[in-house]
Every structure is written in structure tokens, then in C-alpha cells.
């Protein structure tokens, strides 16, 4: 039996394969009123904003990511990630 909170989580979780948030020609890595977070999990992870459609990438334990403050309470709500 699975639970709600399994669907809500793989919402967020994306294959390695999108670039959205990648920084490239004409994109700026820094991101304006944003709120860093901290990821604490054993694997590399990337997120997806819903109100943005950004993928934030994790590479690994103990990783800082800026997030848009519009992301922020989505991505407030995935498991391994901290506000810092």
C-alpha cells in the first residue's frame, strides 16, 4: 500500500538528463532572491521548481544550492534537503 507522501516526492526527483538549470551561454549562476539549501542524502539528487521549472542539482552530500524564493515551499517539503 503506497502513501500519499510517496507521489509527493516523485514530483520533485528528475533524471539526471534535464539541464534546465544548468548555467550556459546567456544564463547567469546567480540566482536574485534566492534562499540556499543543503542537501544531507547518500546519493546526488536534482529537484524541479513547480513555479519556475528549474532543476537544482545536488552532486552530493553536503551540497549548496540556490533556490528561487518561489520554489522554496515545494522544495522546503523534499525529504534530505535543509534550509541553510
Not at 550556459?24 to 513547480?50: H, L, N, Q
Request: glycine share 10%; aromatic share 8%; proline share 7%.
Amino acid at each position: 500500500m503506497a502513501c500519499c507522501g510517496g507521489k509527493r516526492r516523485q514530483g520533485y526527483i528528475m533524471t539526471a538528463t534535464e539541464d534546465i538549470a544548468m548555467p550556459g551561454p546567456g544564463r547567469s549562476t546567480i540566482v536574485s532572491d534566492a534562499v540556499m539549501f543543503e542537501y544531507f542524502g547518500p546519493t546526488r539528487m536534482a529537484v524541479k521548481g513547480p513555479m519556475t521549472g528549474r532543476v537544482y542539482r545536488f552532486n552530493n552530500t553536503g551540497a549548496r544550492v540556490a533556490i528561487d524564493r518561489r520554489d522554496v515551499p515545494s522544495v522546503t517539503a523534499v525529504p534530505n534537503l535543509k534550509r541553510v
